[in-house]
């Protein structure tokens, strides 16, 4: 069974940059639909950004577009959503999931649809403070 593990989080100035990282237990990730999702206390988890790793095509929550990007990096088991322009909502638990969908609907609406059955690593905090 694939696993997951979320790294970069930490304590950043409002307007700073960080870059998270997810990491698959394997040489690659199971499926070529990945995303990002945040979550904050009492609220569910919501999508972030999602990218289709063969044609390499990403779509973003409105929140983030023109700040965050998602991308996966050289190695084939690693993603990355680099985070600019921090802002205190912004501050929340980020996690990577794997998607069993087609490229198609390697959309937020769908991964969202799925996410009951996604497998997720143990998250990692950011927090945007003046």
């Known amino acids: 069974q694939e696993q997951l593990r979320e790294t970069g989080g930490q304590s950043v100035e409002i307007g700073g940059s960080l870059r998270l990282s997810c990491v698959a237990s394997?040489?690659?990730?199971?499926?070529?639909?990945l995303a990002w999702f945040r979550q904050v206390p009492g609220k569910e988890r919501e999508g972030v950004a999602t990218i289709e790793i063969v044609v390499r095509a990403t779509v973003y929550a409105d929140f983030v577009t023109g700040r965050f990007i998602i991308s996966q990096g050289n190695a084939k088991n690693t993603l990355y959503l680099q985070m600019n322009s921090l802002k205190p909502e912004d501050s929340d638990m980020c996690y990577c999931?794997?998607?069993?969908?087609?490229?198609?609907?390697?959309?937020?609406?769908?991964?969202?649809?799925?996410?009951?059955?996604?497998?997720w690593g143990q998250g990692t905090q950011v927090t945007v403070s003046s």
């Open positions: 999931t794997v998607l069993p969908t087609t490229a198609r609907f390697c959309t937020l609406a769908a991964v969202t649809s799925l996410r009951d059955f996604a497998s």
């Open positions: 394997g040489d690659k990730f199971s499926r070529n639909c």
